[in-house]
């Protein structure tokens, strides 16, 4: 029998611990997207939460198929779909009633109340859209002037190099000046 060489045995075991530690990672950006509500914006559109092992493989910066690797197919896999399992039921009691059909919350003059929470977040979405388009015209206007600006300046001290060479400065030699003489009475 071989030995597998100690320093590679202990990179491999690097990896793994490596690999686990990104998937919790990932598990607990789920648990805080749960609790601030974030976690809204991965449902589909008709508001049901689809996660998959493959999303949190994803989102630890995995491969979508890491969990079914042999290594993780028989542990990590089952440990992430048992959180997922908790994860949908933990959603459904939490935000599903919210779902349901709500009357504006935030009192929005254009909302109705057959609008659900999930066309509320879309209508902001939208809404932040646009804020950020008008964002960017105003960020493209001040930087087109702050570039006329580094024009103007680079033009201005190119000027002032060329007239220093033009001219250099001669050095004026300040005498004291000769006293009168003065007349004798």
């Not at 950006?29 to 509500?37: A, C, Q």
């Not at 493959?54 to 779909?81: C, M, P, Q």
């Not at 000027?159 to 000046?177: A, F, G, M």
Request: proline share 3%.
């Amino acid at each position: 029998m071989t030995r597998i060489n100690r320093g590679l045995s202990n990179y491999v075991l690097g990896r793994t611990v490596a690999a686990v530690a990104d998937i919790e990672r990932a598990k607990a950006i789920l648990r805080r997207e749960m609790i601030t509500g974030e976690i809204k914006l991965r449902c589909d559109d008709e508001g049901r939460l689809n996660l998959s092992h493959k999303d949190i493989s994803k989102l630890a910066g995995r491969h979508w198929n890491f969990l079914n690797a042999v290594k993780h197919k028989e542990t990590t896999k089952v440990d992430v779909e048992d959180f997922l399992k908790w994860l949908h039921e933990d959603f459904e009691r939490l935000y599903c009633q919210s779902l349901v059909r709500v009357a504006t919350i935030n009192g929005d003059a254009n909302a109705t109340d057959t609008q659900t929470e999930l066309e509320l977040v879309k209508a902001e979405l939208e809404r932040v859209k646009a804020e950020l388009a008008e964002l960017n015209v105003r960020h493209e206007r001040v930087a087109s002037h702050i570039h006329g600006w580094a024009l103007q300046l680079r033009s201005a001290r190119a000027e002032i190099r060329l007239l220093r060479s033009e001219k250099t400065p001669t050095v004026v030699l300040l005498r004291p000046p000769k006293p009168k003489p003065r007349a004798n009475h």
